[in-house]
């Protein structure tokens, strides 16, 4: 290859008599010749695949700044559905930063780029490339494979003209088969190409590159970064506080449209064939409704326009506890609509929708109970005779005996006695034959009712969560021996209804010889959990109550079955 300096020195020698300023014009000349020589010829153009991507947040004029982390925030995309009295839907609709913030740029010079990551489109994928040249007409046409650009066996190598200006566009609808690429109608030229009639749900990406001119004789890399056209939406569906499972779900959005034909020329998109898209989550076929989850995710493509307001529509729900599809509790809800949701087009979005239950009081397998996050907690005792809510109310200020219950030794079903005063405790699993996270009631020992059992550490610690706490009545001051103060309470308020509460008996411990110690003082209540030892929850004066295992005592073998305890019980299947 002949360099600029070649020309000059011949030029100089032979101009010497001239003025400095012909000679230059002569240098600069040959230079020029010596450019006009590199770039004619044929020029062969090679794929530098950046990736693909969706729209950035910040292209919504939204976005804030937590942490150095950006997030999405707007005020009209959470919202709260309150369904049947009983549940409310809350939903938050958040667009996703783009993995690539990347923008499709084409390189008209020969440097050597090193290959980036292909981001978000993954091997494989195949996608195609035309090739217009200065006055839109077409010129070529190739089939490329992800990850296999330079194998020529599969994509011939792509030879064009040095010196001339040329137009690239690419799509692709992330597929892994190269018949499967849509054809182009009147492809003849840039400005009539278009793909047509591309269903709504097709995840197309698209690229058209600025004009290039090419240089003959060497390798032209072409940057390609791919733009998805239409939205992306990952629904998450989460049932898991109201402690059921989801059974069956219909589900879908509008509006979506079923077609779209997309120019080529600018990406102009016409949308038509008006209607919506089902959302279907994938669940487990049986009859064994505990085997279903409680979380169900769908991805879904949605070809929506700047013009229209997205109605999330539950058409219908049924959520479920038990062994078989008749049998257990169940809800069952028709036509939930979370409306107002707005999807801009090429965006990626998490469609997040948790199904909480509402706190409040209610009557559950007949016993008066109150729901705190979804964990449904009777308001006695057990052992309390009279649960009539006026007769005998279960918070009233200060606390009376008629509410303390009875005192249980550890994994036995039946309560101290007079003639059930030996010392003892039930054996490993008594209470619970499942775990601190998956509990499972053991019939043959657990005290409480049918629908109810006896709660783990874990659950006693999320009701301290979310609830605040107050203490009422007489509260003593020092722990007293062989009695106590009767009239002190430790209330759990809800957060959510404060008008919603537990309140719990500070009842103190009762000895295997038959004694009440430190009533007033501290309230001691069972769980049915097991590590090292068995757990209890203590209640003292403190308030807030730490939710923490500050309130978490171990009870060794001995004092477990020597000390008696309050026990309250937690539903085993809530509704």
Known sequence: ???????????????????????????????????????????????????????????????????????????????????????????????????????????????????????????????????????????????????????????????????????????????????????????????????????????????????????????????????????????????????????????????????????????????????????QFTLPAGDVIDLYPNTVNNVSIIDNDMNNTTVFNIAS?????????????????????????????????????????????LTYMGVPAARINGQIWMRYNMGVTNMDTVANNPDQDPQIAALYGSYYFWGLKDPYSATNNTQKSGPVGAWNSGNNYAPVKNQTYDPCPSGFRVPTTNEWLKLIEYTTSENIGKWDAVPVDFGGSFGAGKVLRSKKNTSVKITLPIAGTFHAAAHVDYRGYIGNYWTSTESSNVQLIRFSAENPVPATSAVVTSISTTDKSFNQYSLRCIADTPN
């Open 1 to 279: 290859k002949k360099k600029c300096s070649d020309y000059l020195l011949p030029h100089l020698t032979k101009a010497m008599a001239l003025s400095a300023g012909l000679s230059l014009v002569f240098s600069v000349a040959s230079c020029r010749s010596a450019e006009t020589e590199h770039v004619t010829g044929t020029a062969e153009v090679k794929i530098n695949f950046k990736g693909s991507n969706y729209e950035g947040i910040a292209e919504l004029g939204m976005q804030a700044s937590t942490g150095g982390v950006s997030q999405y925030q707007s005020p009209d995309q959470h919202r709260e559905i309150k369904i049947d009295n009983d549940f409310i839907v809350v939903v938050d609709l958040v667009p996703q930063k783009t993995t690539l913030e990347l923008q499709a740029t084409a390189s008209n010079t020969n440097n050597l780029k090193a290959a980036t990551a292909p981001g978000l489109l993954p091997n494989d994928i195949c996608y195609k490339l035309l090739v217009y040249d200065n006055n839109g007409n077409y010129v070529a046409e190739r089939d490329y494979i992800r990850g296999k650009e330079n194998n020529t066996a599969i994509t011939p190598a792509l030879m064009l003209d040095g010196g001339q200006t040329y137009t690239f566009v690419s799509y692709c609808i992330n597929t892994t088969t190269i018949a499967s690429l849509p054809s182009v109608v009147n492809k003849n030229t840039l400005a009539g190409a278009v793909l047509s009639d591309m269903a709504g749900t097709t995840d197309l990406m698209y690229f058209k590159s600025s004009p290039i001119t090419l240089q003959g004789g060497t390798n032209n890399y072409l940057d390609i970064v791919l733009k998805h056209m239409f939205s992306q939406i990952t629904t998450t569906l989460d049932v898991s506080q109201t402690g059921y499972k989801i059974h069956t779900i219909d589900a879908n959005i509008a509006p979506h449209y079923n077609k779209a034909s997309i120019q080529l020329v600018d990406g102009v998109i016409t949308r038509n064939d008006l209607g919506s898209t089902p959302i």
């Open 317 to 361: 729900i049924r959520l479920g506890v038990g062994n078989k599809v008749t049998g257990g509790t169940s809800i069952v809800n028709k036509n939930i609509k979370i409306e107002n949701l707005k999807v801009t087009p090429g965006v990626k979005y998490n469609l997040n929708i948790n199904l909480v239950p509402v706190d409040t009081y």
